[in-house]
Nanobody, 124 residues
Framework: QVQLLESGGGLVQAGGSLRLSCAAS????????MGWFRQAPGKEREFVSA????????YYADSVKGRFTISRDNAKNTVYLQMNSLKPEDTAVYYC?????????????????WGQGTQVTVSS
């Protein structure tokens, strides 16, 4: 099993920045990729960003490309999501996910483990 703990959410004004962290523990050697998803009230969960461990490929949703950056600290088993130029439409609960496969990381199905989520609220 892998446990994921997100942190870094909060309230920020439009145009501001936040950095989310996702610390993994447990059988982290089984993880091949990690991602961030978000779910706004009344909407379905959507892909935000992902990173494949092998090769370091990164992926972004079009809505966050150029504003968000995903990165990884191997020594800390932690993945970060730096969010800049935040917009009110970025308001959502952000979930970290870890997958044993490094493929299909832009979809929720390949992920095996999920965090509890952290709230991000962007005021206008």
């Amino acid at each position: 099993q892998v446990q994921l703990l997100e942190s870094g959410g909060g309230l920020v004004q439009a145009g501001g920045s936040l950095r989310l962290s996702c610390a993994a523990s447990g059988r982290t050697f089984s993880v091949s990729g990690m991602g961030w998803f978000r779910q706004a009230p009344g909407k379905e969960r959507e892909f935000v960003s992902a990173i494949r461990y092998s090769g370091g490929s990164v992926y972004y949703a079009d809505s966050v490309k150029g504003r968000f950056t995903i990165s990884r600290d191997n020594a800390k088993n932690t993945v970060y999501l730096q969010m800049n130029s935040l917009k009110p439409e970025d308001t959502a609960v952000y979930y970290c996910a870890a997958g044993k496969t490094g493929w299909g990381l832009t979809r929720a199905a390949p992920y095996d483990y999920w965090g509890q989520g952290t709230q991000v609220t962007v005021s206008s």
